[in-house]
C-alpha cells in the first residue's frame, strides 16, 4: 500500500472526502480504544460513578419520602 505525501491543509472534506473520512473513521477508533483503555484502568472509579448517577435517576423517579429532598 503506497502511502501519497498531501500536506495537511488540502486534506479537506471538500477536496479528499474519501482519504478525510478514512483518516476520521480511523482516529475515532483509536480514541475508543484509548477511552475503553483508560476506562478498565479506572473501573472501580467508573463502577462507582455509574452507581452514583443510577441512585440519583431512580431517587428522583421513585416517589416516597425522599422526594422532598430530590426536588
Not at 502511502?3 to 473520512?21: N, Q
Not at 473513521?25 to 480504544?33: T, Y
Amino acid at each position: 500500500n503506497k502511502s501519497i505525501p498531501m500536506d495537511s491543509d488540502s486534506l479537506v472534506l471538500w477536496r479528499r472526502p474519501f482519504t478525510t473520512l478514512e483518516y476520521f473513521f480511523r482516529e475515532l477508533l483509536i480514541l475508543i480504544s484509548t477511552g475503553l483503555q483508560r476506562l478498565l484502568a479506572y473501573r472501580l472509579l467508573a463502577l462507582s460513578t455509574i452507581v452514583l448517577a443510577a441512585s440519583t435517576v431512580v431517587s428522583y423517579y421513585i416517589s416516597g419520602p425522599h422526594q422532598a429532598y430530590v426536588h
